[in-house]
């Protein structure tokens, strides 16, 4: 069984910032803090920006943009496939230190690194049939329409998946031919420094730069800076009102990847034989990452035939769910990010049995040794839950459910669409037509019809409503990181 000491040293011990191709210590050496939410142990440190270095930032990445934008789609294709190389090479190590950064399983962070490795061969093929267009508005003229990079992107991403958010926003901009400027979570800087220590030789320096911080001061800069010329967001709805702000302040295109309280629709007529898959689903959809992912089917919604059923089975097997050190081969989920977090949590939690839901089961912190110096919440489930309770509309962000009940595929409409969040969820049943028709009527930018919740690059992931603006993920995420000129050409 791996142990804390098998892991701890895959990370450095502190993380300078990275502009212009150089590691820089940050202007009045304050630093960030990370501490593994397991056990509670410090495991690296940070340098963090001050506003000049986010202008040192910028300024590098636009005195690079002019070559950087010139280098060939054959060219550029081929340093995104030896980043892919470099990270494929090295996915359990990333995984590692992922699960330090945030609290994560091992096992499941190596899934988050094969998507975020594949980023980069996607847009890289992407890349290379992204052809630009010749019309004939009349006999004697052509117009050529043609593709811009949009210059410097502000790409910001949130605690949860630092690594995969990073992945999604370079893989993008890099192949449209843009610079960077990232400015990871204060919370989990360390994931992204290691990408970027791996991949920094193959770029040219300002390309791609790192700023450390808090987003109330950093990330707050990066979007106020006039350099920026596009931003990239992944982060709290709340948030990403102030980047959209920002956006609309300078008249800069904005995507925003947002919050979600997404729910799966567990129909009646689900076969026998299917029955164990169903409530495999459920349990996978939500525990994976401790609930701490914004796609996460956090609301269930079991049709009354079958309702009292899947409950029970749900709670076994949450009860019998191995919680474990993240780097621990068996553990099934670990622990939750950071405190202040999971006392958000435990809140929701409360607010649950205040408002009269049944706790089924769950519902506590984990204090027993060996879970006493970290983070850790029981996997929890509410059943008997209606729609307007703060547990079944609040993103809660952690390994707690909610079950509710439904009469008919109408109503099972009505209430999945019962949020301001549209981001993901699923349907499963015995009958496809059916399945197609309440994938098609719920308004979420994806669905999973009968299976486990997954994002492969080539399925554009995104949100509607509150949950955000534009796709990642897709062909059509170029397009965001691009604009187009036309060139009139009179014969
Ligand atoms: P957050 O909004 O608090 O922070 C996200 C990022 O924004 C961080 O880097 C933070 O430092 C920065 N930030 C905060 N205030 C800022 C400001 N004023 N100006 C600029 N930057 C600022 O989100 P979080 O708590 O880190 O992440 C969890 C949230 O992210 C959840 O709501 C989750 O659903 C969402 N999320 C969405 C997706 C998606 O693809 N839709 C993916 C992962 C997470």
Redesign the pocket.
Known sequence: MATFEDVKGVVDDYYPLYINGQWVHGGDGERLTVTCPANGEVVTTAAVATKEDVDAAIMAAWQAWPKWRQVSQQERYTILLKIYERINAKLQHFAMVEALNCGKTVSGAVWEMLFAADQFPYFASVLRTHEDGISRPYHNVRSLVVREPVGVVGA??????PFI?AA?KLAPALAAGNCVVL?????TPASSMELIKEIADLLPPGVVNVVN????T???W??DHPGITKLS????????R??GH?AAEKIIPAT?????KSAGIYFGDIPEEKFGDAVACGVQNILMLAG????LQSRILVEDTLYDRYVEALAGVFRGFKVGMPWEEDAQMGAIAYKS?MESILGYIDSGIEQGARLVCGGHRITDPPFDKGLFIEPTIFADVDSKMRIAQE?I?GPVVVVIKFHGEEEAVQIANDSVYG?GGGVFSGDLAKAIRVAEAVRTGTVTINGALSNPAGGA???FKE??IGR?NYKTTLDHFSQLKTIHFPL
Not at 183 to 187: A, D, G, H, L, W
Not at 292 to 295: A, E, H, I, T
């Open positions: 910001i991403t949130p605690w949860n998946a958010m999604w400015k990871p979570s204060s919370f911080g808090k987003g109330s950093v990330g707050q990066v979007l967001f992944t982060g709290s709805t709340e948030v990403g102030t980047v920002a925003l990847e947002l919050g979600g701490q992912g914004c796609s977090h993103e962000f981001l992931f995104g949100g949950s955000g990642e």
